[in-house]
């Protein structure tokens, strides 16, 4: 399975960006896809997932409110709406496709794409 991370780049804070995830195979629609980052020096942090039976969602705290997942089962497709971006959410942005279908953290993980790198100025 190869995840496709894209729709990074560099805004300045309170801006907005859009990442999507392309998970071509199947099946996709049974798995959770989340979201992860890695700022320089620091190790992988969860920042959302998506449940692949009923669309719940998580978010880590560091993002609630501000950015939102989604996903499109028929496109094979995962969302990440980034708002009211801030300094500390610079990070490259790994999406990441899990074992099962629900919560998602870096130990379920079963597949994980390339980073998008995500900048945010002051």
């Known amino acids: 399975v190869q995840l496709q991370a894209s729709g990074g780049g560099a805004v300045q804070a309170g801006g907005s960006l859009r990442l999507s995830c392309a998970a071509p195979?199947?099946?996709?629609?049974?798995?959770?896809m989340g979201w992860f980052r890695q700022a320089p020096g620091k190790e992988r942090e969860f920042v959302a997932s998506i449940s692949g039976s009923d669309f719940s969602t998580y978010y880590s705290d560091a993002v609630k409110g501000r950015f939102t997942i989604s996903r499109d089962n028929a496109r094979k497709r995962m969302y990440l709406q980034m708002n009211s971006l801030k300094p500390d959410d610079t990070a490259v942005y790994y999406c990441a496709k899990g074992r099962g279908s629900g919560p998602l953290d870096v130990d379920g993980v079963a597949y994980w794409g390339k980073g998008t790198l995500v900048t945010v100025s002051s």
């Open positions: 195979g199947r099946p996709f629609n049974i798995y959770a």
